[in-house]
């Protein structure tokens, strides 16, 4: 009985238990079904602020889009408006502009006139331009600092290659600068609103080919003499300084051409090179398959200019060491050379020439044959037959040459400061009161900027360079045109004390712009008429290594009258070249180098060049005008949208 009851009690107990669980899982179940609903409204919530979010976002981008695309719209209008005002036959006497201050008032009218009130950019009748997403713009005025308004389009000035305002006759270029200011105003769905503001500058530059007259050839940054069509492409890059060839320029599709000043050839044609085949045409850009080749002509181009007179020898070089006006129609005889020159030690130079040497011209007697101190009368420096020669300056003022042959070296200081010559050699010296001097060809009397050298060398100059790499060769105030009968090597850098434009660019300076407070009339020329100027760098670094690094501060000319002359390198791969001043080439020949950088040193543009510099007599006539250029330059672009 007692067993019984036991396990009565405990079915009993069972049943208890089981009677005070009910209802649990139904309260469960409400608690993860309340739990599940609160995520879901979580979630929907946070859909719906990710697409408010998403679509201010969207509307506020399509805002700030439109406003961009409206600062392109006015810049376009302004060009469009200014090129529509150019003087039809315009030249070097007619100006292209007749009331640019006018001008710059129509484009700005323009702007108010069409751009005061929104405009959508989608529009219609344009395809699926009218199902796109809705956006518009409208331009509207900056203010100053005081709030007063700021006109959209300004004239600026009117100025010829080099700086100098503008005056006709202009044989250059007319280059015209008008600033612009705008602010536009974008806006999309939903109301919301972007602001953009650009200012910057418009230049147009009016190219000319320049009228007859006598010019060097140091005004080209660039000149070719012989360059058939297709027989060759142009190594891309940007080159400055205005470019003209004899022949015709042919363009390849390995890289970019940036032209920044004018472009003449005396073909009609420009060359494209796709591949093996090659087009000939006149047009700025050529198009073959899926290739295009557009060279980037910023100041225009000449196409079937007339051609360039070469110069037929280097007697006047030759002679401006004698006499200091270098004007000769003849060669230079020995006999000249006797009368005119004396070495170290007094001695006339031979009248039955000699094979090495270094004379000056300079006399110890006056014109009533009474002794003086040895005096300077003549141009330059005077060196029989080969030579290494070494260019340093010294102090403030002062010029060092130093030449060498064989085992003999001879350096010569010039200070224009003290008026003496110093030639020293071995143990001896000599010094000569006066410094090399040119003369005006009528008066005869000493031109504007009287010191200036010619250095000439009747041979091959086997090593021309400076001290070392980056280090100064040429001295302020120092103008030197170095001529070599045969050759011309250059081993290491030859620079100027202090540069005379930029040589490369920054975000607020391009690169070839003039540097007023360098300029002291320093100027170098380097020039052979029946050789090479050879490229051989055998210069090392501060650290003693060879870098290929070499830079030459001058205007480099290989060129006569049926010369084949180019500027070549002889040695090892150079790693970049740079040139700052011109290269002036009967042919084009290979350099070795994988960077070349070309500055026009732009001084020389305006009748300033290198003393004695070879020139040319350019065809008499009509100034020729080229094809007008226009450049946007922007000097500040802000997003002047407000974030709240």
Known sequence: ???????????????????????????????????????????????????????????????????????????????????????????????????????????????????????KLNGSGQGKAANSWPAAFKIIQDTDKSGNPIAYVTYVGCTMQGGVACAAPVTSSWV??????????????????????????????????????????????????????????????????????????????SGAYTFTDPVGSASGNFGYQFGNSCDQTSNPTDKNGNTTIAPNFKSGYNLGAPKVQLPQNDYNQKQAVLDGIGQATNPVTNSDLNKKLKDITGNAYPNNGTSTGVFLPYTTVDANGNTIPPTFKGGGIYVEGD?????????????????????????????????????????????????????DPTTHLPTANPYQTMLYVDGNITSLSGPGEGQTAIQDATALT?????????????????????????????????????????????????????????????SGAADGLLQIDASLATISNNGKGGIVNTGSQIDTLTIV???????????????????????????FSPPWFPSTTLASGVITPGTPVGKFSSLQWVNKTPFN
């Open 176 to 253: 015209y600068q008008f600033n612009y200011d705008v602010v536009s105003v974008g806006q999309s769905r939903g109301g919301e609103a972007a602001t953009v503001l650009d200012n910057g500058s418009f230049t147009v530059t009016f190219p000319l080919t320049a009228a007859g007259g006598n010019t060097s050839f140091a005004a080209w940054g660039m000149f070719i003499d012989q360059f058939d069509i297709c027989s060759g492409t142009l190594v891309p890059g940007t080159i400055t300084g205005p470019v003209f060839t004899n022949g015709a320029w042919t363009f390849g599709s």
């Open 1 to 119: 009985m007692m067993q019984r009851h036991k396990v009565s009690s405990l079915k009993s107990g069972r049943r208890r238990s089981r009677s005070q669980q009910r209802g649990v899982a139904l309260i469960t179940t409400l608690l993860l079904l309340m739990l599940l609903s609160g995520l879901a409204l979580a979630m929907a919530w946070s859909a719906r602020s990710d697409m408010l979010i998403n679509g201010y976002y969207r509307s506020f981008r399509g805002s700030f889009y439109a406003a961009d695309s409206g600062i392109n719209i006015a810049r376009q209008v302004m060009a469009n408006q200014i090129l529509s005002e150019v003087t039809a036959g315009w030249n070097g006497n007619i100006a292209p502009f007749a009331n640019p201050a006018q001008t710059a008032t129509d484009a700005a009218n323009q702007l108010t006139n069409n751009y005061a009130a929104y405009t």
């Open 387 to 439: 030579a290494n020669v070494t260019l340093q300056p010294s102090g403030t003022s002062a010029q060092v040459y130093t030449i060498t042959q064989g085992s003999t070296t001879t350096t010569i200081t010039i200070d224009p400061k003290l008026n003496t010559t110093t030639m020293v050699s071995g143990g001896t010296t000599q010094v000569v009161l006066g410094v090399p001097t040119m003369l």
């Open 581 to 607: 001043g011109g290269r002036i080439q009967n042919t084009i020949q290979n350099i070795k180098t994988t960077t070349r950088n070309v500055v026009f040193d732009k001084r020389f543009g305006n009748g």
């Open 482 to 542: 170095i001529t070599a009968a045969s050759n011309v090597t250059i081993t290491g850098d030859i620079r100027y004390k202090s540069e005379p434009v930029t040589t490369s660019s920054t975000s607020s300076t391009p690169i070839d712009t003039y540097i007023p407070a360098n300029d002291t009339r320093q100027a170098l020329g380097i020039f052979t008429s029946t050789g090479n100027i050879n490229l051989n760098d055998t210069q090392k670094n501060s």
